[in-house]
Nanobody, 126 residues
Framework: QLVESGGGLVQPGGSLTLSCTAS????????IGWFRQAPGKEREGVAC????????????FVVVSVKGRFTISRDSSKNTVYLQMNSLKPEDTGVYYC?????????????????WGQGTQVTVSS
């Protein structure tokens, strides 16, 4: 089970770093995706990072709407995947989730299955 943390209230233009951790599971061997759900909208994929055994040349991916502002990374020593979010905008507000069951298309991430964790709330507001 993945656990998200690090959300909070931040002003527009600010930064937050979200964390995704797990117990009993080595995240290095999983591709991890970050999704979000804005109020009144469907969930959407935001970023993903391949497992360390992936042969894909492109190890990370972010969707166009957050490109240049969000960065995904992992720290193997902490068994954690991070989503660094800079230059935050009000439209980035939502609940953010990390998942392992997803597929990546050329431009998006698609969730497989219906289970979602608790997520972490990000609110960008002045």
């Amino acid at each position: 089970q993945l656990v998200e943390s690090g959300g909070g209230l931040v002003q527009p233009g600010g930064s937050l770093t979200l964390s995704c951790t797990a117990s009993g599971v080595t995240l290095d061997y999983y591709a991890i995706g970050w999704f979000r759900q804005a109020p009144g909208k469907e969930r959407e994929g935001v970023a993903c990072i391949n497992s360390i055994v992936s042969k894909d040349v492109e190890m990370t991916f972010v969707v166009v709407s957050v490109k240049g502002r969000f960065t995904i990374s992992r720290d193997s020593s902490k068994n954690t995947v991070y989503l660094q979010m800079n230059s935050l905008k009000p439209e980035d507000t939502g609940v953010y989730y990390c998942v392992t069951d997803f597929v990546r298309t050329e431009t998006t991430l698609q969730k497989l299955g219906d289970y979602w964790g608790q997520g972490t709330q990000v609110t960008v507001s002045s």
